[in-house]
């Protein structure tokens, strides 16, 4: 079966680091691109940020130089460094793939509070 | 940046059309864009259901539809079934950035 299963969330306090993880089943995740989308509760989607098939990467201005893609091909895994976690970072993170963006995972939660 | 809007709720009787639009403060709203659509409801992730504008998944229903309607990106439901009762987001490609606009609680009643 096709899908992604994200895990890393969970809770931590302002300023810390997480590594959300975005697990690929039934395809090649470095076959495509992934996108990151956040929820924040009760709000709307927030795009987050995408890598392309080259690792490539673009992200949003409000996690610019605080998140980071990676990839393990080994694991056909694409991660999210996330730090210096913000109150506002508090949300259920999504992995998405393809230009079509056709798999969603379920999310992983990620609570910033003191 | 730019911003992303889309009209933040709409009402439409079962069996009856309604359509989504999803605007770009940049200025019209075009294929190079690439509007996506995704419907999503309480509790679950998101699942997309229109892609590049008009393209449309295996899973989603014929009765929806995807175009450009007047410098905006729209989203076209004829025939709507209560099921299709939902949060409906656009998401617009820049150059170098995505922007998801602020989603449409559709009521089907």
Known sequence: EVQLVESGGGLIQPGGSLRLSCAASGFTINNYYVTWVRQAPGRGLEWVSVTYTDSSTSYADSVKGRFTISRDNSKNTLYLQVNNLRVDDTAVYYCARGGDMDVWGRGTTVTVSS | ?109
């Open chain 2, 1 to 109: 940046q730019a911003v992303v809007t889309q009209e933040p709720s709409l009402t439409v009787s079962p069996g009856g059309t309604v359509t989504l639009t999803c605007g770009s403060s940049t200025g019209a709203v075009t294929s190079a864009h690439y509007p996506y659509w995704s419907q999503q409801k309480p509790g679950q992730a998101p699942r997309t259901l229109i892609y590049g504008t008009t393209n449309k998944h295996s899973w989603t229903p014929a009765r929806f539809s995807g175009s450009l309607l007047g410098g905006k990106a729209a989203l076209t439901l004829s025939g709507a079934q209560p099921e299709d009762e939902a949060d409906y987001y656009c998401l617009l490609s820049y150059s170098g950035y995505a922007l998801f606009g602020g989603g449409t609680k559709l009521t089907v009643l």
